[in-house]
């Protein structure tokens, strides 16, 4: 590949917003419709799409040769990137000389494109939680915080734990531990000043020891094993000075060092 190319979906359109390898801005802020070009019959059939020679293709509609050819594509392929059956993205792998493209090529970009889609689903599902963390937060701040909504509190607060550890951007997992940690002080109770801390780990696992869930419901939530649960359930009663499940997340909370 000499170029590499993509845009989000928005409203059935994309926008080609990043690139690599490019040699003019002629496919700048391009916006590819439904049905219109590689781009369009992707979005169209969910499906990859080649050409070998994309200004002599028969079968794709030439709405953007203008671009194309003043970038001097010719053979392209073009993947969609597909969050919850929908395409959220598509992204590109072009030449500049008519070729093949060979089957390894549509793999690697398939992968990409996979790959491009876990993380997307992720972030929209971070973006959801966040959202609500947040209202809890506020009616948490406004002293208006009932049973249930202390449980819903707790509940985001370890769901949200949960979807740190599958976050592949540093940025994004920062802000995400970020929120976690201001949600927590809304509702905790102040810090005892003994200077007890328990891993991330050890919160973790009490965080959703204390939505009610058994350690293998804990183990697979978290994606390790019942007995790496075990473990930290101990570590964290030898620090708390406690004797089960139940009372570590009780002491865990009067430390504030939970929701």
């Not at 003019?24 to 499906?47: C, K, Y």
């Not at 203008?66 to 010719?74: K, N």
């Not at 992204?91 to 491009?116: K, Q």
Request: charged share 25%; with cysteine.
């Amino acid at each position: 590949m000499d170029v590499t190319l993509g845009g989000l979906v928005v409203d059935g359109r994309m926008e080609l917003t990043d690139f690599r390898g490019t040699r003019t801005s002629a496919l700048s802020g391009l916006i590819v419709r439904h049905g219109a070009g590689l781009g369009g019959r992707v979005l169209a059939t969910r499906q990859p799409a080649l050409v070998d020679d994309y200004a002599a293709d028969a079968v794709i509609s030439h709405d953007y040769d203008a671009p194309v050819v003043r970038e001097g594509l010719r053979a392209a392929l073009a993947v969609p990137v597909v969050v919850e059956a929908r395409v959220e993205a598509v992204i590109y792998g072009a030449t500049h000389r008519p070729s093949s493209l060979g089957d390894h090529t549509v793999r690697e970009l398939r992968s990409a494109a996979h790959r491009l889609g876990q993380e997307l689903r992720i972030r929209r599902e971070v973006e959801r939680r966040v959202a609500a963390a947040e209202q809890h937060r506020r009616i948490a701040v406004s002293h208006a915080v009932d049973d249930s909504a202390l449980a819903n509190v707790r509940e985001a607060h370890a769901q949200l734990r949960t979807l740190a550890h599958a976050v592949t951007d540093g940025d994004l997992r920062t802000e995400l531990a970020n929120v976690v940690e201001m949600l927590a002080r809304a509702v905790a109770a102040p810090l005892a000043p003994d200077g007890v801390r328990l891993s991330g780990r050890e919160v973790d696992v009490l965080s959703i020891v204390g939505l009610g869930c058994t350690n293998a419901e804990t183990a697979t939530t978290l994606g390790i094993s019942s007995e790496t649960v075990k473990t930290h359930l101990r570590s964290a009663s030898r620090k708390l000075g406690t004797r089960s499940r139940h009372e570590s997340v009780v002491e865990a909370r009067r430390r504030g060092l939970l929701p």
